[in-house]
């Protein structure tokens, strides 16, 4: 059997929702997240937000001065599970295998019901059935979504994200490679910000660099070269997922002595920050949702988590996060007998939007 794996991703989804129970926000460059007066974090942004830098996980300040006129909207996040949910309904019913990545984002395994004599004529035997679900999305919730259609997942995402909003990219296997040739090198699946520093460093700076490297990968990414020359070639050979098992990395730390000493506390987040990064980096994977957990001496315990739109891969930004939920919510009230910082919602983290060849 041929396969036909397609990537829905909704379209700036918090941002959109806003704009569309709100049409005076339609075209406008919407914030959702605390305003820029208040200490807060951005959850997400429209398009015309992201034009001006604001991303997820900065501080509402700090996008308040990148994008002076933003309108800023509170975070609804059980309006958009439930938003969610009525997508993911509908998406059920199109006939395809589905795994759920985020809350706005599956892959589709369409492959049963797309089969011809070829493996291209496959692909675009599903092109009709990504345009009907598109158009359902449309007509049912008055949200647009993006569509990747590929032999594989590897190739499905990069697809989706080659031409949003609103895309349809099929990338045929006969022209996978070409169509690689010209991509950063960050935009293959597991190259994060250091491994994509190594491989530019030894001058390979886009994918087809990578197709065309004499050499032995694994000197410059370790374990992963082998994989990442086969990514460079479109190949991927990983299955969807189906269980609903909930994935997540943290750490904590019990202190000697309870302590609010705050230059303690921030070494403390600090250290559990970069180990969580450096355990999302070697599962080449991001995370939507940041928690703390603090217990008081008397073993009073308590947790607090933060969720944003695109996933979360640097230390700083689930440092930053950490912090802020430690303010907002004054959890240091008194002294801390134990503080930890986890992460879930993992997922693929979103690569770079490509620029239309």
Known sequence: MF?????????????????????????????????????????????????????????????????????????RMEHYREESRQIMAIVARSGAIVEQMSIDEAYLDLSAVSQADDPDASLLRSVP???????????ERQLTATIGIAANKLLAKIASDHQKPDGLTLIPEKEKMQFLRPLPVRALYGVGKVTEEILQGAGLNTVGDLQDYPGDLRALAGSFGARLKLFARGEDDRPLELGEDVKS?????????????????????????????????????????????????????????????????????????????????????????????????????????????
């Open 249 to 357: 990395i943290s750490g904590e730390e019990t202190f000697l002595k309870d302590t609010d000493d705050r230059k303690v506390l921030r070494r403390c987040l600090k250290e559990q920050a970069a180990d969580i990064a450096a355990r999302l980096k070697h599962r080449r994977l991001g995370a939507h949702t940041v928690q703390v957990k603090v217990r008081y001496g008397d073993f009073t315990t308590l947790t607090r988590q933060f969720t944003v739109e695109e996933p979360l891969t640097e230390a700083p930004d689930i440092y930053r996060l950490g912090c802020f939920l430690l303010g907002r919510e004054r959890l240091v009230s008194r002294p801390l007998r134990l503080l930890g910082l986890g992460v879930s919602g993992l997922r693929e983290p979103a690569g770079r939007q490509l620029a239309l060849l």
């Open 129 to 139: 059935l990504a345009r009907e679900l598109k158009a359902r999305i449309r007509a």
């Open 3 to 75: 396969r036909v794996i397609c990537h829905l991703d909704m379209d700036a989804f918090y941002a959109s929702v806003e704009q569309r129970d709100n049409p005076a926000l339609r075209g406008q460059p919407v914030i959702v997240g605390a305003p820029p007066t208040q200490r807060g974090v951005v959850c997400a942004a429209s398009y015309e937000a992201r034009k001006f830098g604001v991303r997820s996980a900065i501080p509402s300040a700090t996008a308040g001065r990148l994008c002076p006129r933003g309108i800023f909207v509170r975070p």
